[in-house]
C-alpha cells in the first residue's frame, strides 16, 4: 500500500502506478455528477466549455447553501456508486476522466472500462459528508441546476487534499469489491455446508 497526493489533470502514467488499498488525496477540479448529470453529458456530448479530461468525477449529491451571491458547500458526501453502473464505461470512454469517487463501488462494466481507459476508482468514507466539505474549498461552477435541482447538478469544486481516498478499483483489474464479495460468498458457502 502507498500513499499518493494527486493533482488535477492526472495523466495516465500516474493512474497506472495506483494499486488497489492505495491512499489517495487529490488537489485541483473535482465536479459531481450523479446518475440524471451522467445522462446529460452523454446526451449532449459534455458541457461545452468545460472540458473534464484529466479531472476527477465525484458520486455526490451535495448540500449547497448561497451568500452574498457565492456558492458555498455544507455536506459532500459520496452517494451509492452502482446506480451509475450502466452509464459509467460510456462517460468513461466519451470523456477522459481518470478518478471516480463514490462509495460501494462498482461492477465488472466499469471495472473493464476503468482498464481501457486508465482511470481507477477510490472509496471515500460514507457519513463524513462534513470533513468533504471542508476539503472542497470553492465552487468554481455550476451546470444543470435550474434543470435538475441542487442534488443532481454538476456543481465544479476546486479542492484541497480531499481525501482520505482508498482505491479500491484500479487500471489493471483490481477490485477489491468483488474480492469481498469471493470470500463472502465461499464463506457463506462454508457456513450453509456445516448447517446439513
Not at 456508486?81 to 462494466?109: C, H, Y
Not at 455550476?142 to 443532481?152: I, K, P, S, T
Not at 465544479?156 to 464479495?181: C, I, Q, R, W, Y
Request: some cysteine; aromatic content about 8%.
Amino acid at each position: 500500500m502507498a500513499e499518493y497526493m494527486l493533482t488535477t489533470p492526472i495523466a495516465d502514467e500516474t493512474v497506472s502506478k495506483l494499486r488497489v488499498g492505495d491512499v489517495i488525496h487529490v488537489s485541483g477540479t473535482v465536479f459531481t455528477a450523479r446518475d440524471e448529470a451522467h445522462m446529460e453529458f452523454l446526451k449532449h456530448g459534455g458541457i461545452s466549455g468545460f472540458d473534464v479530461a484529466g479531472m476527477v468525477l465525484y458520486h455526490c449529491g451535495p448540500v449547497m447553501m448561497q451568500k452574498d451571491g457565492e456558492w458555498k458547500v455544507i455536506s459532500a458526501g459520496p452517494t451509492t456508486s452502482f446506480r451509475m453502473e450502466t452509464l459509467e464505461p460510456d462517460f468513461l470512454a466519451s470523456f477522459g476522466v481518470k478518478l471516480i469517487i463514490g462509495k460501494g463501488g462498482m461492477g465488472p462494466g466499469t471495472l473493464n472500462a476503468l482498464g481501457k481507459h486508465t482511470a481507477v476508482y477510490a472509496s471515500f468514507t460514507g457519513g463524513a459528508g462534513a470533513l468533504a466539505a471542508k476539503r472542497l474549498e470553492r465552487v468554481t461552477g455550476v451546470h444543470f441546476l435550474d434543470e435538475l435541482g441542487m442534488a443532481e447538478a454538476v456543481w465544479v469544486f476546486e479542492a484541497k487534499n480531499f481525501g482520505p481516498l482508498v482505491v479500491t478499483m484500479d487500471s489493471h483489474g483490481g477490485s477489491l469489491h468483488a474480492e469481498v464479495n469471493r470470500v463472502t460468498e465461499s464463506n457463506l458457502k462454508r457456513l450453509l455446508g456445516t448447517l446439513g
